[in-house]
Nanobody, 117 residues
């Protein structure tokens, strides 16, 4: 099992920026994919962006050009830099790690992001 510890989030005005960070700990050699999902009230959880250990990025169209994802700390940390935030970005953001090769599919506890004036 892997423990995912998230940090960042909070309240920001429209057009502002926030950075989310998630670090994995436990019996880790390599995690194939780490990324971020979000869930707004009354909506399903959706992918924001994810990155493979090889550097391949998958993200939803609504965040392209505004959000940047990268991995550091020997690829055990995934960072989501969110710029030009919009009210519709308001949601609980969840860190996710998966590696089908070792049966890994874990979630962080979630962190609230609120974009409001």
């Amino acid at each position: 099992q892997v423990r995912l510890v998230e940090s960042g989030g909070g309240l920001v005005q429209p057009g502002g920026s926030l950075r989310l960070s998630c670090t994995a700990s436990g019996r880790i050699i390599n995690i194939y994919v780490m990324g971020w999902y979000r869930q707004a009230p009354g909506k399903q959880r959706e992918l924001v962006a994810e990155m493979t250990s090889g550097g391949i990025i998958n993200s939803q169209d609504s965040v392209k050009g505004r959000f940047t994802i990268f991995r550091e700390n020997d690829k055990k940390t995934v960072v989501l830099q969110m710029n030009r935030l919009k009210p519709e970005d308001t949601a609980v953001y969840y860190c996710h790690a998966r590696d089908p090769g070792v049966g890994l599919d874990d979630w962080g506890q979630g962190t609230q992001v609120t974009v409001s004036s």
